[in-house]
């Protein structure tokens, strides 16, 4: 039986840019908790999170590692995850598993394109969230500007909640016992009093006592208020450490247990029931006597032991020997090892209670995102979706060795069970197979494992880009096919009309036949031929988005008229009346941010121009660092890793995300047209 309940559980999620220190801080966690006897070091390569050989060759987390530890009688789970760009979605695909996310900032580089982007998906998952500001050691640091920019970006509800002193090698507590200490920046009342008006703004009952009888208020009387303001978003406390000096530590421990939310205190996780326009939310609550359901956030496949599926337990008790459902299956499967994960060390547990990580082996039908439960009663319900970011960049691959083809294919559908950000695509006209990732060093990494850990030799070649082609505007054709031979003929013809959708809205047909012109079993076979066509395209070769078509009339042969004749009749009348219809080719556009020191912005300006890129505006970072943000076609990015490290001597770095389609050049268009037809 668990020796803890609900209200003793914490779960938090390290998240932050690369080089702030996620996994040190949570190794000298460990120690500090009694967890493990001496902290590891990256460079060591002996941690417990980077267990990894490809981490630790390469000293940065690649993905998401599981651990926990115990302070002061509290169960706390931790998820550390990747800092990379590249990695991004493995962070954000772990946020539905916890109640808070703490967001490491290194002290010595401020803010970075990933603290952003993971402090704005949390906020979109409304979770609680508080700052860590690491390496408070370090030379040099204006604490006072640091501040200053969180506030700026994150807002002026980011309020310190200890301080800084003696350089940065001890912290002094500015809430649950707050002294007279000198402090490098601000002081010790006025956080305490900052903290505490915020806190009580959300608690009208209290914010008299404080206000009117002017009675000071204890941390116990602050608590539920507090909890109330880290859920609505209206408190993201502040703290520092350092692990080279211990600095902050004990400190931050204590926050864990004592103001962190547990699972009854963070908002509740949007759950929902059914599907498209009949889905519906549905309350899932941490009731240990109710049906058990549990989110299934990752997934890892380990060629010895087995399919490992982690997941979260949102409501309900499990206990080993339990069944569970996985979504809407009707067979279950048999629990025959609860697990609770230590890094790669894997703990037998005979009970998980709501708000408990835990992971079960060998069940091959587990999958990323399933719903687990134990009754019928909860079928249909998922999670909302996570919003991860669109995987652009791609290779092509396919094998150095005839007859591994299959190894292959297993290897990526396994790669693509562990990683939502990670797609495979088969191109149909370009007879290629297309690995699409966050990155070049996403992409690196995979293949590294498609190597070492499934043997596979392979090679790979720059992708065709996802074009696109559409209509700009109505157009009408028809099509008769005729054909007589010596026995029983073919006969079909169709009329129909086309119409552009909005971007996004893929393809609508539309059945507007009266009078039976064209007999019902044969408009199947209408969508199927113009459906062929759209794979196929009409200008480049590439597939066809956002139309609608309509078919309006028609012709048919009692004897004549077979399903094949309408498929044929089909294609034929899309194709022609989209010649009238203006085609185009659309392709990718993203959006780029590129972090540079502010020497090289002319230059980097200038060579995103020549790419038919748009500068949208700059933003000024930490330690004479530039953010210039932009737009550009996908197309004219190939190499710009390369190019950027060119430029900057190493020092720039981008990340990109997909934004819109947008017709190409009348130019390009041609080009493309030619390359098809030669």
């Known amino acids: 039986m668990a020796s803890y309940s609900t ?10 840019h690369a080089g702030a220190g996620k996994t040190s801080l949570i190794e000298s966690l460990l120690q500090k908790s009694g967890m493990i006897l001496s902290a590891g070091s990256i460079e060591r390569g002996d941690t417990v999170c980077d267990y990894d050989d490809m981490e630790k060759e390469l000293q940065h987390s690649l993905d998401i590692a599981i651990t926990h530890l115990s302070h002061e009688g509290k169960q706390v789970n931790i998820i550390d995850t990747p800092g990379y760009a590249d990695f991004l979605g493995r962070g954000i695909s772990i946020l539905p598993a916890v109640e808070t996310a703490a967001v490491v900032v290194n002290a010595a580089t401020g803010i970075e394109p990933v603290t952003i982007r993971m402090m704005e998906a949390a906020k979109r998952r409304n979770l609680c969230r508080f700052i860590i500001v690491n390496k408070i050691d370090t030379e040099g640091i204006d604490y006072a500007a640091l501040m200053n920019s969180l506030q700026e970006s994150f807002g002026k509800e980011c309020l310190p909640i200890n301080l800084p002193a003696d350089n940065g090698q001890r912290v002094i507590d500015c809430f649950f016992q707050p002294g007279g200490d000198e402090t490098i920046f601000s002081s010790v009342s006025r956080a305490h009093d900052n903290m505490i008006d915020q806190v009580v703004e959300v608690d009208e009952e209290l914010m008299e006592v404080y206000l009117e009888q002017g009675e000071a208020l204890q941390p116990d009387q602050l608590h539920d208020p507090f909890e109330k303001a880290l859920r609505e978003g209206h408190l993201i406390p502040v703290c520092f450490t350092s692990v080279e000096n211990s600095a902050g530590l004990d400190e931050l421990l204590t926050l864990f247990a004592r103001l962190m939310p547990d699972p009854t205190e963070g908002n509740p996780p949007p759950f929902m029931k059914g599907e498209g326009t009949d889905t ?14 549990g989110h299934v956030f990752k997934v890892l496949n380990d060629p010895y032991r087995g399919k490992l599926g982690i997941f979260r337990i949102h409501q309900g008790t499990l206990e080993t020997n339990a069944q569970l459902f996985i979504g809407d299956a009707r067979k279950p499967f048999k629990v025959n090892h609860l697990l609770r994960l230590h890094g790669k060390e894997q703990d037998e547990m005979s009970q998980a209670v709501p708000g408990d990580i835990c992971a079960v082996a060998r069940i091959e039908d587990i999958h990323f995102d399933a719903v687990l439960h134990d009754s019928h009663d909860e079928d249909h319900h ?13 290779l092509a691959i396919n094998t150095a060795k005839r007859g591994d083809e299959q190894k292959l294919s297993d290897a990526l559908h396994k790669l693509e069970d562990e990683d939502p950000c990670f797609h495979v695509e088969h191109n149909v006209s370009m007879n290629e197979t ?3 990732g966050l990155g070049e060093l996403h992409l690196e990494v995979l293949l590294q494992q498609i190597k070492k ?46 119409e552009p959708l909005g971007r996004g809205e893929g393809f609508e047909f539309v059945n507007q036949i009266v009078g039976g012109a064209i007999p019902g079993q044969f408009i199947p076979a209408v969508e199927k031929g113009v459906k062929q066509a759209m794979e196929e395209g009409a200008l480049g070769g590439f597939a066809m988005q956002d139309i609608r078509v309509i078919i309006f009339d028609g012709k048919y042969h009692s004897v004549d008229s077979k399903e094949i004749a309408f498929v044929t009749a089909g294609k034929k009348a899309f194709l022609e009346a989209v010649e009238k219809a203006g085609p185009v080719i659309l392709e990718p556009i993203v959006n780029i941010s590129i972090t540079t020191p502010d020497t ?6 200038g060579d995103l121009a020549g790419r038919r890129g748009q500068i949208s505006g700059t933003e000024s970072g930490h330690n004479n660092m530039l ?11 190939e190499g710009y890793a390369t190019q950027l490290k060119a430029i900057t001597g190493g020092e720039g770095n981008y990340t990109i995300e997909f934004s819109h389609y947008e017709a190409v050049p009348p130019n390009v268009q ?7 037809q030669g």
């Open 670 to 676: 041609q080009q493309l047209k030619s390359a098809k």
């Open 600 to 605: 090289f912005m002319g230059d980097l300006t």
């Open 453 to 498: 850990k499934y043997g596979v030799e392979v090679e790979t070649h720059p992708p065709s880009i996802a074009y696109q082609e559409t209509i700009t505007r109505k157009a009408e054709a028809d099509y008769r096919h005729k054909k007589q031979t010596g026995g029983a003929g073919q006969f079909g013809e169709v009329h129909l009309r086309i």
């Open 280 to 293: 519906l939310p549905v309350e899932v609550s941490p009731d240990p006597d109710k049906h058990v359901i």
């Open 627 to 637: 953010v210039i943000k932009g737009q550009a076609p996908l197309s004219e990015l």
């Open 7 to 16: 209200h003793d559980i914490r779960n938090i999620a390290l998240v932050g």
């Open 434 to 436: 297309v690995m699409r």
């Open 382 to 394: 998922h999670l909302r979706s996570i919003e991860c970011p669109v995987p652009l960049f791609g």
